[in-house]
């Protein structure tokens, strides 16, 4: 089924099967006489500034104070799945297969493509610890991170419900997501935790007694008990 | 020069451009012919060129287009045309950045996620040392950095 | 090779750098009789006209594509299917968890 505005991308109408079509340029149609933003897929896009983010971040804290952290992750969660929803159908319009055939990495991949035009920021997967049941996501220019700078604790609780609702949706069971490493932290790059939620409790709880990414990789590679 | 000129239209907007700020145009005059000459000639020998590149791969190590029972010459195929002809864009229009944007990082994704960086690695070197047989000394030394920053970026 | 010294090699050939203007200014946009060639200041003024700087160039005249673009229809297929045994899908990540 095609979204309202999936005919108001010309350049995907001439070329649909031109794949790379991510850059800027590409992926967003300007439609001048509508004032509308449509992207490759169809979706409506707005622009919007670093304000946008502080002012959503800011005027939550206003409201709730500290539960503004499980505010957004809620957010970010239904987000995710929603967005798995819009995935399933552009995925498949996009490459004829469906993403239950598709190579995952590649699907994954594909998924994160529009992210990262949208200005998100770029992410690697690490599956390494896969058969432990826990992976891990590398992301980079976190867009929430960078727009608040070092502020000494982790920001990425949108990202964070952003994944754990698409991943929950995708491989149909319930999982949660952590932040353990955030460029607002003064690190390089944000880390995130995706697994089942015990273990996402349990890393939550380490991060709680002061535990690092490095410390909390090591005991879940060792198989330390979660509780 | 292709993004040159649009980061120029940008930052000229109601002004006229300095010197500095047109040299990127001098220079892509000085060099357009041989980009021409050498995008009709890459052009002219694309079936040799990805001929030769893939008899390369083979024998460096045939296992990069079959495993097992399955064949990956046709991917590989379609892969290795594709970036040449990318490639040889980027050399007409002088363009390596939007060659990068346009493609090569999006193609990058791809390419990990099929775990092909060394065949990617192995095509486009070869690639450099093949077209030097069809380009003069002078095109082959517009074109090959430009292989090379494809090399780069999809064999890792 | 970096950008910049790519075009310094190209370049290397070059005396004295050349101002935009000058550059340019070689060019006898208005194919109008040139006066003397002493006249010109700029030494080894290639062109007389623009039309003969762009009749320079390799142009074939062609209007339809060289047979070299006819490959086999690519099948956009093959991007996604699994194809080696050991490629993961949804269902094994599924399993994992």
């Known amino acids: ?227 | 020069m292709l993004s040159q000129l649009q980061t120029l239209v940008r930052e000229v907007d109601g002004r006229y451009a300095t010197d500095t700020e047109l040299l990127f145009l001098q220079n892509y005059l000085q060099t357009a012919r041989l980009r021409f000459s050498a995008y009709q000639k890459i052009q002219k020998a694309e079936k040799d060129i990805i001929r030769q590149v893939k008899q390369k791969l083979k024998a460096t190590n045939p296992k990069l287009l079959r495993r097992g029972k399955v064949d990956f010459s046709a991917k590989w195929q379609r892969d290795a045309v594709s970036g040449l002809r990318f490639c040889a864009h980027a050399l007409l229009v002088a363009d390596e950045e939007g060659l990068e944007e346009n493609f090569l990082l999006w193609f990058q994704s791809v390419m990990r996620s099929f775990k092909a960086q060394k065949s990617c690695d192995i095509t486009y070197k070869a690639m450099q040392d093949i077209v030097r047989q069809y380009l003069t000394p002078q095109e082959a030394e517009l074109f090959c950095p430009i292989l090379a920053q494809a090399r780069l970026l999809l064999g890792q | 090779m970096s950008e910049p010294a790519r075009l310094h090699a190209l370049n290397h050939q070059k005396q004295d750098p050349l101002s935009v203007s000058d550059f340019f200014g070689q060019f006898n946009w208005y194919g109008s009789p040139l006066l003397s060639p002493e006249s010109l200041d700029i030494a080894g003024t290639p062109y007389e006209t623009v039309g003969q700087f762009f009749s320079t160039f390799p142009w074939q005249q062609s209007t339809t594509v060289l047979s070299s673009d006819d490959w086999e229809a690519f099948s956009n297929d093959e991007v996604t299917n699994p194809i080696e045994d050991d490629t993961l899908t949804l269902e094994d990540l599924s399993a994992l968890f």
């Open chain 1, 1 to 227: 089924m095609d979204t309202p505005s999936v005919r108001a991308h010309t350049l995907r109408q001439k070329y649909p099967q031109k794949h790379n079509h991510y850059n800027f340029a590409d992926f967003f149609q300007f439609n001048e006489s509508e004032g509308t933003i449509a992207d490759w897929n169809g979706s409506r896009n707005i622009l919007t500034s670093e304000d946008f983010i502080i002012g959503l971040l800011e005027g939550l804290e206003e409201e709730v104070g500290a539960a503004s952290a499980a505010v957004m992750y809620s957010i970010g969660v239904e987000w995710g799945k929603q967005d798995s929803l819009f995935f399933d159908q552009w995925f498949e319009r996009e490459y004829k297969v469906s993403p239950q055939q598709a190579n995952l990495m590649f699907l994954l991949e594909t998924w994160w493509w529009p992210f990262t035009a949208q200005g998100w920021g770029r992410w690697e997967i690490d599956m390494a610890d896969r058969q432990q049941g826990f992976m891990f996501i590398n992301l980079f220019d976190s867009a929430v991170a960078r727009t608040l700078g070092d502020v000494g604790k982790p920001v990425c609780y949108l990202y964070a419900g952003l994944y754990a609702g698409f991943f929950t949706e995708m491989v149909r069971k319930q999982l949660s997501c952590i932040e353990i490493q955030c460029y607002s932290m003064g690190e390089t790059y944000c880390k995130f935790l995706l697994g089942a939620k015990e273990r996402i409790d349990a890393a939550a709880f380490w991060l709680n007694e002061g535990a690092t990414a490095i410390d909390i990789e090591k005991r879940l590679r060792s198989g330390e008990p979660l509780s």
